[in-house]
């Protein structure tokens, strides 16, 4: 969640996010917020929860991510990306994206 | 040429040079007669110039304190200090080139395999491999001479490679109407053409208006002698251009990258007076260079052909063209042709002296020495597809050409001319045209076919010999590739990265269809079958420094309303993330004091400071913090934690309840914009929810009247009642202070009387002057973030980030009472639930040390002489009599009265635990 650190990242990455309210922008304006997952129950078991905590799901997919513009709108929103390309297929807005779950299952290319 | 106007002298390893105008380093050099310029990475052979096109490891020189400049490419200036590199104690008498002499020693994966060997000697051949297997030295005087520098461009359309086929393709997308960018890396746009004028002649002057309607083209901007190393994700292309980085978005990409002349292997290839001929014809028509002697030049192509009749032109005696095709590639004119016949070997160790040529087939008894001083080999090029490869683009072997190019192009993609394995003139214009066309209309990428060449393919030479070195930067010979790929590293990839091949500084330019060719055939495959290495950024060599670069907006400097007073009243400033705070007014001691016993005023505004409106903003916050916010009655304010999933302390600040559906948060400096956006991402969670979250750090300023006298001073410019019946402690109100509207907090930061005052920034200065004008009488100070530390490091106030890391919850920072796990669900319950049920491991304490010496942060706590904790903060505290302090440290010696270890200055020094403020612990002062 810290923002230090954050301002060198302009070079890590090349990609283009089109963010809901300002269009196409180079990654570098954006924080990457990790893959949309459903927080469990606060009645959930522990294990659930040291795993939502703890494992990052890191998957070879097509999934939903949460991306922040942090050099410009301020706004969280959703980004679809193909983990295995890294080809960013579409971008929402919070609450139009149902499930947490990754589309595809995980494959070679 | 270059603009110069008169010869210039350099030095080389101190000896004198004369450059003549638009030479380069190495064309000077070799003029001189100085044909040994550079010595092996691993055996130190000599090495001279190679490929004389910028592409290989041999002319690697240090140059005014830069290391591994190519010298072939680097024009000569006057005064310069070229220093030859791998050399030692110098180049003729290079002692190390003993290593070649021990050859059979040092297989592949020598010093890896050898030197890891005995562990406690590895320090001992660690010094020596540095020594003799570096690439040259960092001046460390020298580097921070240099500036870099970066920029973003933007491009419809960016063509790479300024040669035939790259003008054409920039001139095209250019008519459709786009911005274009030509990326080249030479001095004068032309690409081969400008080295092999004899296949121009008759095109002199369209070659001319080509060149001359780009340079004219108002659309097309012309970067010169920039490199493009890198394609990166939706076409960013990474351009350096001397000490500056460019960053070029393009639209589409046209790559017109041409090829690289690929070298034969044979034994002795390496020995200087070898050459590649697009090399010798560079030092002949850029650097006027002469060649005396005799030359024997190997060809299968009219190249040859064109570089043995220049050769003759400036007084070389031809020997002999070797011409692999049974019948000569070209008109050989009254040229000695040995057709169907090829180079076996050379000899000489300093210089070439003789070569054998004879027939393809090497077991052949007809073969012959021919004395000579050059060897110059013209067989066909590599596509310099490396950049298309990154871009995603797939390379396929092309049987017939015997070159990989692309046949399917990453989206926004095409190539022209020689890097697809075109090299008629008319072809690639026409090649060009077209991509310029397509990359107009942003059509770039797809599939194309490939048609088979219907010339014959080139006639492969079987292997030779034993040393024959396919890498010239990594001295890896044939023989290595075949003990390597017999010793299991067959796949092209890791026969790379075992042998090393590929990885030096020419990064496969020179080597790589050699080594893949080698690794086929030690398989018994198929060049395609073999497959080639991953292509990777950069492209080109690139200097560290053109990476980092400058980024002057990484600079940035953030400054509080107040900043210009601050600089009046003469404060000693301090970093603090991007902001310049004042560290004092330069008396830190008097700061703390005067809070101590009258009042003084801090500017705070670096706080982030968010307002959140709504009905559910209660609920929210008791969701985000681990602490109690629904039943905080409207005017109070209220310290919080903000904790992690994980139950780790992300920051704090205070909490305040302005109306019933309004309320206003502060956050430390550091983690302003990190705590907004995390607010704003559960936010984003819960659509549903009633919460409008406003960010109003920067258009907020703050300043905290603090000291037993402050209540007096806001008095004076506050009309409302300030008693601590109408404003208590932790009373958050809205008044008037100095005719401006202010949120007032009644906090104790620092552990006296105080108030923390928030009004519009353009305000601030007034306030700030009128406060202090009020407080004149008082004989208020202000006072810097040192004393602020000093004062709250007295109370065991922690600072978020400074006290605390990443691995610290509030059970263990010492703020057990924060966590109210009745609660049904908010951030980091689980983690704390299970936090708190577990054994406590490092607890965060107060200190007390006697004396008034401060430990550094963050000194080591030791218990048993064994590291178990550390110092956070600590500073010598006027009312405690002792040097006071935070530290973190173990669970059984966290306990009040007992005693810890701290090193100091290489001592051990005896420190006591006080677990309660070391001033005003009932909280007295505060209240009042
Ligand atoms: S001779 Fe200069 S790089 Fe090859
Ligand atoms: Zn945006």
Known sequence: MDDRGQQGREDGVSVMIPCPHCERRPAGEFHFGGPLRDRPGPEAPTGEWIAYTYDQPNLRSVQWEWWFHRAACRQWFLVRRDTRTNQVLESAMPGEVATGMPEGEAGDE | MSSQEGPCTFTFDGRSITAAPGQTIAGALHQAGVHVVSRSFKYHRARGLFCATGRCPNCLCTVDGDPNVRTCVTPARPDMAVRSQNAWPGLKWDVLSIFDRLHRFMPVGFYYRVMHKPRFLWPVFEAIVRRIAGLGRVDRQSGGRRRYDRQTLHSDVVVIGGGWAGMHAAIEASRGGCDVTLVDDREELGGHALFDPVSWVEREPEFLSTVQAVVDDPRIRVLKRATAFGCYEDRLVAVQAGDRMIRLRAGQVVVATGGWEKPLVFPGNDRPGVMLASGVQQMLWRDGCEFPGDVVVVTDNPSGYHAAHALRARGTRVVAVVDHNETPAADPGDLPVRTGQTIHSVSGRRHVTSAVVGPLDAAAASS???????????????????????????????????????????????????????????????????????????????????????????????????????????????????????????????????????????????????????????????????????????????????????????????????????????????????????????????????????????????????????????????????????????????????????GIILDDGTIARLEEDRW????????????????????????????????????????????????????????????????????????????????????????????????????????????????????????????????????????????????????????????????????????????????????????????????????????????????????????????????????????????????????????????EPFYDPEGTRLKS
């Open chain 2, 368 to 646: 012959e020495s021919i004395r000579c001083r050059w060897v110059v080999q013209a067989v066909g090029f590599t596509t310099a597809s490396g950049l298309l490869a990154q871009a995603g683009c797939r390379l396929v072997h092309d049987e017939s050409r015997d070159l990989f190019r692309v046949d399917r192009f990453a989206d926004g993609f095409r190539a022209a001319g020689a890097v697809n394995g075109t090299f008629d003139i008319d072809a690639c214009a026409r090649e060009g045209r077209l991509a310029g066309e397509v990359a107009a209309a942003g059509e770039g990428g797809g599939s194309i076919d490939i048609t088979p060449s219907e010339t014959s393919p080139p006639v492969r030479r079987p292997p030779q010999g034993k040393k024959a070195f396919v890498c010239l930067c990594e001295d890896v010979t044939e023989k290595d590739l075949f003990d390597a790929v017999a010793e299991g590293f067959s796949n092209i990839e890791t026969l790379k990265r075992y042998s090393t091949v590929c990885m030096g500084p020419c990064q496969g330019k020179m080597c790589q269809s050699g080594s893949i060719d080698a690794c086929a055939r030690a398989n018994g495959k198929t060049v395609a079958e073999t497959g080639r290495t991953t292509a990777r950024p950069p492209d080109q060599p690139v200097p560290l420094g053109v990476l980092a670069g400058r980024a002057p907006h990484r600079h940035l400097v953030r400054r509080t309303a107040l900043h210009d007073w601050h600089t009046e009243a003469g404060a000693v400033f301090l970093d603090s993330g991007a902001w310049k705070r004042p560290e004092s007014y330069g008396d830190p001691s008097a700061e703390y004091q005067v809070v101590r016993e009258g009042v003084g005023l801090i500017d705070v505004s670096t706080l982030g400071k968010l307002e959140l409106r709504g009905r559910d903003v209660a609920e929210f916050l008791e969701f985000v913090y681990p602490n109690r916010f629904a039943k905080l009655k409207v005017g109070r304010v209220r310290y919080g934690v903000v904790c992690d999933e994980a």
């Open chain 2, 664 to 915: 206003f948060l502060t956050t430390t400096t550091g983690n302003a914009d990190g705590v907004d956006s995390w607010f704003r991402w559960w936010l984003a969670t819960r659509p549903d929810w009633d919460v409008r979250l406003t960010n109003v750090s920067g258009a907020t300023a703050a300043m905290n009247l603090a000291g037993p006298m402050s209540r007096q001073v806001l008095s004076a410019v506050c009309d409302g009642d300030l008693s601590t019946e109408a404003v208590p402690y932790l009373a958050a109100s809205q008044l008037t202070v100095a005719g401006v509207p202010a949120i007032v907090l009644r906090i104790g930061f620092v552990g006296e009387l105080g108030y923390e005052i928030h009004v519009p920034s353009h305000l601030a200065e007034h306030v700030w002057r009128e406060l202090m004008a009020a407080g004149a009488e008082s004989g208020i100070r202000p006072f810097g973030i040192e004393a602020q530390r000093r004062l709250r490091l007295d109370k065991q106030h922690l600072l978020a980030g400074q006290d605390t890391d990443a691995l610290s919850n509030p059970f263990d920072a010492g703020l057990p009472w924060i966590v109210k796990l009745d609660k049904p669900d908010f951030v980091g319950r689980s983690a704390l639930q299970r936090a708190q049920g577990r054994e406590r491991g490092q607890q965060l304490v107060g200190f007390r040390l006697e004396g008034d010496r401060v430990p550094p942060e963050p000194s080591l706590v030791l218990v048993d002489g064994r590291l178990e904790g550390r110092v956070t903060s600590a500073r010598y505290s006027p009312v405690a009599g002792a040097t006071v302090g935070l530290a973190w440290v173990p669970a059984e010696s966290a306990g009040n009265g007992q005693q810890i270890t701290i090193q100091l200055d290489g001592q051990l020094v005896n420190a006591v635990v006080q677990r």
